[in-house]
């Protein structure tokens, strides 16, 4: 394949030729699947659309799960690994276990991708994607998603533990958090209206509700009939009382008002230097629309692996060298179910579907077509009877 090397990052590189040119080959772009996936954006949105018109909610939990992604050693995918019996990835980390949600909207998305334009698209990127159609769908800005990101090979769960701030961090932590990701207080204040949308646990604002004096006594004690002083941890709360499923700027009327739900929200208007900020983004939606995108930009731009680093994940929740290992692991959707007996090669259309094999791991695959190697099926079997039969799963040999 001829390498062409546009004259611009030529000149860049020549420039940057001491510092080992690694500025230019760790830059994102906007064109990147131009040719290698034209629907991609398309796709993602498709699914998208789905998702939040089944759960309103699921857009901020795909949102959610891009940030804590991306402040875990940037945006590589690594959240999406599942733990396995040698490995203990960042899922079940404090900030993520319990309440980290769409993993299974992902593993969809990234199904419909692979579909179109098998390994190619990472799944880093189609979690950037997706948070930023997730805000949109919910009447939020949109902003041009730099893409090129590959997926890790590894996942932290300590540095998940420690790099992500909680429901409980004050105003000099949540700034320290975000400075520790070259973003700044403005940034930080811009990227906490993503709390106009979605829901906390009981959990995580009793104390704020119970403690602290600066929230109003009458959403104060709203609160607490539904969140009990102890027990019923799990009880869901929206972030905005105002519109919890509309993303608006609302969050900020209600800091003003004193009516964050979070103890870290409240922390932006608290008589301190973020005060100016909320009250500017509280009565004009277009700054805070626009500096909430150009901070996603920055956000979705913190350490991608790019070039030949990391990899184009085939699963979202395992590594490929995994995949490889294991010949069971065929949980994407192209694959072939090898069947006793001679073989023809028989296309079924399928939906959702969830298979289970002989060592109990369970297969979701979605997709159109099922690529079977079977023996002496007919095209209209029913999917139970295949169940029923000795399923040996192998991967295709490019696979
Ligand atoms: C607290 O909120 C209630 C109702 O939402 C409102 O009537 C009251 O004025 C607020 N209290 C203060 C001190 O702002
Ligand atoms: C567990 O997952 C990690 C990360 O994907 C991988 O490196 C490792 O090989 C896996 N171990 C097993 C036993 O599958
Ligand atoms: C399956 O098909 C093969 C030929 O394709 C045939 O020889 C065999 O008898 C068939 N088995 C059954 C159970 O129908
Ligand atoms: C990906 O697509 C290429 C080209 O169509 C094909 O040769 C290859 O087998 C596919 N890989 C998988 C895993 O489906």
Redesign the pocket.
């Known amino acids: 394949m001829a390498v062409t090397f546009p004259r611009r990052a030529l000149a860049v590189c020549l420039l940057a030729l001491l510092a080992g040119c690694s500025t230019v080959a760790g830059q994102l772009s906007s064109t990147f699947y131009k040719k290698k996936c034209s629907n991609l954006e398309s796709i993602v949105l498709s699914a998208m659309t789905q998702a939040v018109n089944n759960e309103p909610r699921m857009g901020a939990s795909i949102l959610r799960l891009f940030f804590h992604d991306c402040f875990v050693n940037g945006c590589d995918g690594s959240i999406l690994l599942d733990d396995n019996t040698t490995f203990t990835g960042e899922k079940n980390a404090g900030p993520n276990a319990n309440s980290v949600r769409g993993y299974d909207v992902v593993d969809t998305i990234k199904a419909n991708v692979e579909a179109a334009c098998n390994a190619t698209v990472s799944c880093a990127d189609i979690l950037a994607l997706a948070a930023r159609d997730g805000v949109v769908l919910l009447g939020g800005p949109t902003w041009t998603v730099k893409l090129g990101r590959r997926d890790a090979t590894t996942a932290s769960q300590s540095a998940a533990n420690s790099n992500l701030p909680g429901p409980g961090s004050s105003l000099a932590q949540l700034r320290t958090f975000f400075a520790n990701k070259n973003l700044n207080a403005r940034d930080l204040t811009a990227l906490s209206g993503a709390h106009t949308i979605g829901q906390a646990r009981c959990v995580n604002f009793r104390s704020h509700i119970y403690n602290d004096a600066n929230i109003n006594a009458t959403f104060a004690a709203q609160l607490q009939q539904s969140c009990p002083s102890s027990g019923g941890d799990d009880t869901l709360a929206p972030l905005d009382l105002q519109t919890p499923t509309a993303f608006d700027n609302a969050y900020y009327q209600n800091l003003v008002a004193q009516k964050g739900l979070l103890h870290s929200d409240q922390e932006l208007f608290n008589g301190v230097s973020q005060e100016a900020l909320v009250r500017r983004y509280s009565t004009g939606a277009a700054a805070f629309n626009a500096d909430f995108a150009g901070a996603m930009v920055k956000m979705g731009n913190i350490s991608p692996l790019t070039g030949s680093n990391g990899e184009i994940r085939l699963n979202c929740r395992k590594g490929n060298a995994e995949k490889q290992r294991n010949s069971l692991l065929c949980s994407l959707m192209q694959f072939r179910v090898q069947l006793k007996?001679?073989l023809n090669l028989l296309l079924v259309d399928l939906g959702n579907l969830k298979l289970n094999n002989l060592d109990g791991i369970s297969w979701i695959i979605n997709s159109d077509i099922l690529e079977l190697e079977a023996?002496?099926l007919s095209a209209d079997f029913e999917i139970s009877e295949i169940l029923n039969l000795k399923i040996e799963c192998t991967l295709s040999e490019n696979f």
């Open positions: 007996s001679e023996g002496n």
